[in-house]
């Protein structure tokens, strides 16, 4: 059995990874990096058969348009095939923006779509004489780990969370010979999520107390929902902007694979949704909490939310989620500084930063090795893969592959 990383292997983005055993040929994920310029994995090989996506994020899904071009057989859950068309159009959409050649058509997005079956949330697929079955993976609603059992039982992960959020349960680990693991915060530890979570509503009241408004930049899918169901019993008016419109609409479509369908329910029943650009201006008249994307500041409607409330000593603005190096998120928390269309300002409101990451952290990257019981652990999408290797070690053999290198088990 050969596994062979397309890219995401030594750093997080573009993951995809072909998986070959004898006469299958499967791959799992197939993902861009949406930076400036993008990053893209290398190409397909040919003569993939099945081809499994495991969430909706770009870094997983952005070049699955490409997989479907020589035939293959596309899977996921029924929320991720539903999220994949957003996500996917809006790529488009991005690319065209600002100027970068898309690596694939419109035509190739419906050619994806007819051919991505939805699978249930532990369902099976087989894949010529072998089977892959999905188990849950916590993160965002639809991620699914991929437990491949060929001549060896192979566990892809894709990206995890152990402990349950107000969106997903945790994960569902099982038993494994080789567990191909992600680890993005190999070396890292998240801060207990019921302290963030306190620590953000006292945060937003005391701004919305002095007469202030909060500006919640936030990735469309997920946090911005997470986000919406952690200050729903505050006594708010919370506006919701952008993307994360229509992801709230495929959520409640598909409530029931919701940790609480009905907290969802009363959540979204009581944010107020800007219909058009129009409404923005009554946003920030009436809102005491705006939630929009881009979650790094870097475009989307948090840009001209900013313009007002960046002024206002006031206000604040509380970022959520990773914020990479050179975006204006990682700008404003360690310069204070702030770049839209070429100026440079420093904004005068308050700026804090909460760590609501879908990720797990280091021990918890340790626990499901510990408990998938493998004799291999193959450790992808990370880029300090080292630390966590080191630790590993003691108990397992570990594998750190490179881009375009086949891995022999
Ligand atoms: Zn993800």
Known sequence: MELRFLGGASKVGSLGMTLTDGPRKLLFDYGMTPSDPPEYPLPIPPGITHAFISHAHLDHIGMAPLITRDGANAFATHMTRQLAELMLEDALKV????????QYSNHDVRHLLGRLRAVEPEGTVSVGGAEVSLTPAGHVPGATMFLYRGSRDVLFTGDVQSHPTHLVGGWKPVPCDVLVMESTYAGKEHEDRAL?????RQSVMAVVDRGGQVLLPAFAMGRSQELMMVLEDLDLEIWIDGMARAV?????????????????????????????????????????????????????PSLF?????????????????????????????????????GVTVRPTCQVEKFDFSAHAGHSDLLELARQTHPKTVVLMHGDQREVLRADLEKEFEVILPTEGTGTEL
């Open 95 to 102: 690319a065209r923006l600002e100027g970068y050649p898309s």
């Open 196 to 200: 963030t979570e306190e620590r953000l």
């Open 248 to 300: 709230c609409d495929i959520y409640d479509r598909n409530r029931s694979v919701l940790r609480d369908p009905r907290a969802f329910k009363r959540a979204l029943s009581r944010v107020e949704i800007v219909q058009e650009a129009a409404e923005r201006h009554d946003a920030l008249r009436y809102a005491d909490v705006i939630l929009t994307p881009s979650g790094m500041l870097d475009g989307g």
């Open 305 to 341: 939310y900013l313009g007002t409330i960046a002024k206002d000593p006031k206000s604040a603005v509380f970022l959520s989620g990773y914020q990479v190096e050179g975006s204006n998120g990682r700008d404003l928390v360690e310069k204070g500084t702030l770049t839209v269309g």
